[in-house]
């Protein structure tokens, strides 16, 4: 399909996530979607937990895109998602990935990014297909942190593991931090080339780029599991289809992108 991605900006919403949510479900999408808001008051993570953030300070945007596929065929797309963000964040900086992994930018599976074990970001993918033949629409929601991390942090208390980051520690001390519209239109750039290739081939090419920025892979980790026993093994990367591979002495076993979170074993 073309790209001709329609560009929303709102001032105030409850969830850009929701916005979009809504008008899938009345079948009134024709086109790509991207919706910023410059504050979220009821911005979603994963497994209906709250994603925190404040204006000026948090990029919060939706993109509502139509895929000709199946959803069973869209496996392994937030791990492509997460890669997407990097490039643009990247873009927008003015800077390499290269230069991004050494000062410690790292995905965590399967939808966070870290910046030196802190997180700097998050992504949550809803939407499905109404029929089988319509489009599968994938509203595909990003947030990241931009600057006044300590105050970030300190609504954070209590609620995550990890601490938080935020994209101003990536740019030198003379440097301003980007206009957080510009940093947007250049991940928004980024869906566009990534979104393309993934929907012509899949996970599988984006594999090796996406453990080269595994924030865990070869270490002890667990994965809390809802309502059944915790898992417990070493992060191995993922197969062709995104899933985590964890390796435990008797076997290795492949985790798909559900609810469960991952940690480091302490």
């Known amino acids: 399909m073309s790209w001709n991605c329609l560009l929303e900006r709102v001032a105030t919403t409850q969830s850009t996530n929701d916005d979009l949510l ?9 086109q790509p979607v ?15 937990r709250v994603w925190l953030a404040q204006a000026e300070d948090t990029l919060c945007f939706s993109l509502a895109y139509p895929f000709s596929c199946r959803p069973h065929a869209l496996s392994g797309l937030s791990l492509v998602i997460g890669l997407c963000v990097i490039n643009g964040i990247a873009a927008a900086l003015g800077t390499t990935e290269n230069a991004l992994f050494d000062q410690g930018l790292r995905l965590k599976w399967p939808n966070d ?15 499905g297909q109404v029929n089988p033949s319509s489009p599968t629409w994938m509203i595909i929601g990003v947030g990241l ?3 006044n991390e300590t105050a970030l942090q300190q609504k954070l208390e209590g609620q995550s593991a990890f601490g938080a980051a935020a994209l101003e520690q990536l740019v030198s001390k003379e440097a301003p931090v980007p206009d957080i519209e510009f940093i947007w239109l ?8 990534y979104l393309t290739e993934f929907e012509r081939s899949g996970f599988t090419p984006f594999k ?9 892979r070869g270490q002890a980790i667990y994965i809390p599991g809802a309502g059944t026993q915790t898992l417990h093994g070493i992060a191995s990367g993922v197969d062709s289809s995104g899933a985590l591979l964890l390796n435990q002495p008797h076997q290795n076993i ?9 940690r480091m074993q302490l």
């Not at 492949?254 to 991952?262: M, P, Q, R, T, Y």
């Open 186 to 193: 250049k991940i928004i750039d980024s869906f566009e080339k």
């Open 113 to 127: 990014l870290l910046l030196n074990n802190a997180k700097l970001g998050g992504i949550l993918i809803e939407g």
């Open 145 to 147: 942190n931009i600057q």
């Open 208 to 216: 090796d780029a996406w453990e080269r920025w595994d924030a865990f």
């Open 22 to 30: 809504a008008r899938w479900r009345a079948g009134t999408l024709e």
């Open 34 to 48: 991207a919706r910023i808001a410059r504050q979220q008051t009821a911005g979603k993570g994963r497994a209906g």
């Open 254 to 262: 492949a985790i798909h992108a559900g609810d469960v979170s991952l």
